[in-house]
């Protein structure tokens, strides 16, 4: 999995540099950028971990920086570090689903719980996606006859049902559901349909 780091995004020379400080202090990776600007050059999808990000900002603001990040399909969670007469337009974005927000001046120890919740929220969103992602080339992988065969076994019928259903005999529908369960990595019925339905989820 790709390394987390916590992108620190403010025009504020000292808060960076003090942020910097106190997360490398507990072993965390940080990068700074003093504007929305520079932040979305860097950009990628791929980014693991977390955006810490200054409310206002000259010309991008931090809202406009999390709008856009938005509409990149960003999965990365965003903390806004607010003064107070922000805290309205931080709660707007924690109703677009930024992951929260904290008002300056705030404590080291807060900030730091934030952060590390963030990134724990951040990799367990990662795997579940590299499962879906493994789930579907497995269903790729099926063929169109294996699919119905799935298909049937997920809605509870026999396999007497499934040959009546689909107008083969038995013994083949035994030999599509062995490959259907070898190529989903099942060990069982149960199993097969728990994968299906992470697969839809």
Not at 11 to 40: I, Q
Not at 49 to 71: E, F, K, N, Q
Not at 108 to 113: A, G, I, S, V
């Amino acid at each position: 999995m790709t390394e987390s780091i916590v992108y620190i995004v403010d025009d504020d020379d000292a808060m960076r540099d003090s942020l910097k400080w106190l997360l490398e202090s507990r072993g965390l990776k940080v990068e700074l950028y003093p504007s929305g600007d520079a932040f979305l050059r860097d950009f990628s999808r791929d980014f693991c971990g977390c955006v810490v990000l200054d409310v206002r900002m000259p010309g991008m603001s931090g809202i406009d920086l999390y709008t856009r990040l938005r509409a990149r399909a960003s999965t990365l969670p965003v903390i806004f570090i607010t003064g107070h007469g922000d805290v309205p337009m931080a709660v707007s974005a924690l109703k677009k689903g930024a992951a929260d927000f904290i008002e300056k001046p705030f404590d080291d120890q807060d900030m730091l719980k934030l952060i590390e919740s963030c990134i724990k929220q951040d990799r367990a969103a990662a795997v579940k996606r590299a499962e879906k992602a493994s789930l579907a080339q497995s269903l790729e992988r099926l063929t169109q006859r294996e699919r119905e065969v799935l298909k049937l076994i997920v809605d509870g019928k026999l396999n007497k049902q499934i040959a009546d259903d689909l107008g083969i005999s038995i013994k083949t529908v035994e030999v599509h559901r062995s490959r259907v369960m070898e190529k989903m990595g099942a060990g069982s019925v149960v199993e097969l349909v728990q994968l299906v339905l992470k697969s839809r989820a």
